[in-house]
């Protein structure tokens, strides 16, 4: 008998072709490679492939198993054929549950002036449909280069929100903010609707209150928290970890991959896609609107604006419904955009 069709399949196949085609433009006669580790969503991959396909690519998708961890904690597990493939390909989608970002082959690919990398990480078929199959393009790309405008300009930042999050800092105008979109040129890009940049270390003064979910990887990948996990910051290190056992779960985790750049600040991100929802998986949950994420450890260069800052791994925090003022102008409070060059672009996103 003959397999029936699963939920979705043709709003699936629309995603996936959407991505291929109009995210990471491959085209024919390119090496499309997709990487997906055992406990992520098959159907996802294998529409991928179909596209890559239709488009005139050469396609391979590399299932593996689980790593227990993120970026070179993940390493280890890694075996050697994905490792030698990451690199020497022209296009990658990574689906990755446990990623291979920030680690060994990701880092070789994004810096090979060659592989154009899309970092999609454990997204499952409805988690396409939503966050890229449903999004309309023209109108996000519109928001966020305002945003990155915006964000570019500012000197001096605030971000707070109801859970407990104060903190504040400095900008580096000469290091990049990138605009999640398109994956169309050679190095590391993201899931849309994200910003994100690496402010000036030394000024990141203050409390964050992750009241959304940790990403970390191995032990540390948590998800939605059950309460919040409070770091104290100075001079963009963490000093401080506190709350409850999930708090915990993150201190130890810190202590056992024994390494001091873990602690310190590699970015700060707007969450900005009209359709992520919290609770799915870190790659949705980073970009529920009106959040901020900031990560710890591993800086990749698309933040640094040079050579990578390595880590031992690399682990994620968000913060809901936040409120960010650039040079004291309002840019959203709590979690709604209220910057009167960005409400009504915001708007034709849906929001």
């Known amino acids: 008998m003959d397999e029936m069709p699963s939920r ?25 490679l997709i990487t997906i580790d055992s406990i992520s969503d098959f159907r996802v991959a294998e529409e991928m492939a179909k596209a890559g396909e239709a488009l005139g690519a050469k396609v ?10 993120y970026g070179k904690a993940a390493d280890p597990y890694l075996p050697d054929p994905l490792i030698v493939a990451c690199p020497n390909t022209d296009a990658w989608i990574e689906l990755n549950n446990q990623w291979l970002l920030y680690g060994t082959p990701w880092e070789r690919a994004v810096t090979n002036g060659r592989t154009r990398n899309l970092m999609l990480g454990g997204l499952s078929a409805e988690q396409l449909i939503r966050c890229i199959g449903e999004v309309e393009i023209k109108a996000q790309v519109a928001f966020q280069e305002k945003v990155v ?35 169309d040129t050679p190095g590391g890009h993201f899931l849309l609707g994200q910003i994100g940049w690496a402010p000036r270390e030394e000024t990141i003064n203050g409390t964050l209150v992750f009241d959304g979910a940790i990403s970390g990887g191995g032990e540390a990948d948590i998800g939605v928290v059950s309460e919040p996990v409070v770091y104290e910051v100075e001079k ?26 873990m602690y310190l600040a590699a970015h700060v991100c707007y969450g900005f896609n009209p359709n992520a929802r919290l609770g799915f998986t870190t790659t949705e949950d980073e970009r529920v609107w009106g959040c901020t994420e900031w990560g710890f450890g591993y800086q990749g260069p698309m933040y640094s604006g040079g050579a990578p800052r390595t880590a031992a791994s690399h682990i994620d925090g968000i913060c809901l419904d936040s409120s960010v003022t650039c040079d004291g102008v309002p840019v959203t409070r709590d979690g709604q955009v209220v910057h009167h060059e960005l409400v009504e672009l915001a708007k034709a996103c849906g929001r």
């Not at 391979?60 to 961890?69: I, K, L």
């Not at 570019?152 to 605009?179: C, L, Q």
């Open 236 to 261: 963009g290190r963490i000093r401080d970890i506190r709350g409850g056992k999930e708090a915990q779960i993150v201190k130890r985790w810190f202590e056992k991959l024994s390494d001091p750049g």
């Open 8 to 32: 979705a399949d043709l709003e699936l196949f629309r995603a996936a072709y959407k991505t291929v085609k109009d995210i990471v433009c491959v085209r024919p006669g390119e090496s499309l």
């Open 60 to 69: 391979m998708v590399a299932w593996h198993s689980t790593p227990r961890g």
């Open 149 to 183: 405008e915006i964000t570019k300009s500012a000197r001096r930042m605030t971000i707070t929100n109801s859970a407990g999050t104060n903190v504040e800092f400095e900008n580096d105008r000469n290091r990049p903010v990138t605009n999640e979109l398109l994956a």
